[in-house]
C-alpha cells in the first residue's frame, strides 16, 4: 500500500501492527509463524493481537477525520490494562514510560502511545481515507493533513473517482 516511511520511535511498533492485515486482500501476516513473532506473540494471542490491531485502526482513522469502519473495543480500555511504570534513567535523569512486562504486546504499544503523546507525535499516525485501504502512515506533511496512506495508489484512484462522477 504505503510507499512512506515508517513512524518515527514506538509509533513504528504502532504502525507495524496496524498493516499486518492487508484490508483489499485480506492477507493477515497475524496467521503466519513469522507474523506473529516479529510481535513476541503466539496463537494463543492472536485475538487479543487483532482486537488491539482494530481498535488502534479505528483510532488512526479518527486521527484522519474518519469514522471507525466497524465497531470496535475502545483503545483506552485496551491499553488501561496495560501495566506501565517509570523508568528514570540514573545517568541523566530522563524519565520515561515503559512496560512493566516487556512481553505482553499489548504494554508495549501502550508505553509506544504514551512515548508519542509526550513527543506530540500520536495524532500524526493515520489511517488511510480508502475503504479498501485504511493502511496506518506517519503523516510527515507541514500542515498534517495528508488522507491517503499513497498519492500515487490511493490518492489516485480517489481523485479518479471524483473525476468520473464529475462526468455526464
Keep these: 500500500m504505503s510507499e512512506t516511511s515508517s513512524a ?38 492472536v485475538p487479543q493481537a487483532r482486537e488491539l490491531r482494530e481498535s488502534l485502526r479505528a483510532a488512526l482513522l479518527a486521527h484522519a477525520g474518519h469514522p471507525a469502519h466497524h465497531p470496535v473495543t475502545p483503545l483506552g480500555r485496551l491499553l488501561a490494562r496495560a501495566p506501565l511504570l517509570v523508568a528514570v534513567d540514573d545517568r541523566d535523569g530522563t524519565a520515561t514510560l515503559a512496560p512493566a512486562d516487556t512481553g505482553p504486546l ?13 513527543a506530540g507525535t500520536w495524532t500524526r499516525l493515520k489511517a488511510c481515507e480508502a475503504g479498501t485501504c485504511h493502511w496506518a502512515y506517519y503523516d510527515r506533511s507541514p500542515a498534517g493533513r495528508r488522507r491517503w496512506c499513497s498519492m500515487q495508489v490511493c490518492g489516485a484512484r480517489a481523485k479518479m473517482r471524483r473525476y468520473r462522477a464529475s462526468k455526464p
Excluded at 19 to 45: K, M, P, V, Y
Excluded at 106 to 118: Q, W
Aim: aromatic letters at 2%; a negative charge; zero cysteines.
Design 8 to 45: 518515527p520511535g514506538g509509533l513504528a511498533l504502532v504502525e507495524s501492527l496496524v498493516n499486518t492485515l492487508d484490508i483489499e486482500t485480506a492477507a493477515d501476516s497475524l496467521d503466519t509463524a513469522d507474523g506473529r513473532a516479529r510481535f513476541g506473540i503466539d496463537e494463543a494471542e
Design 106 to 118: 499489548l504494554s508495549r504499544v501502550a508505553a509506544a502511545v504514551a512515548e508519542a503523546l509526550v
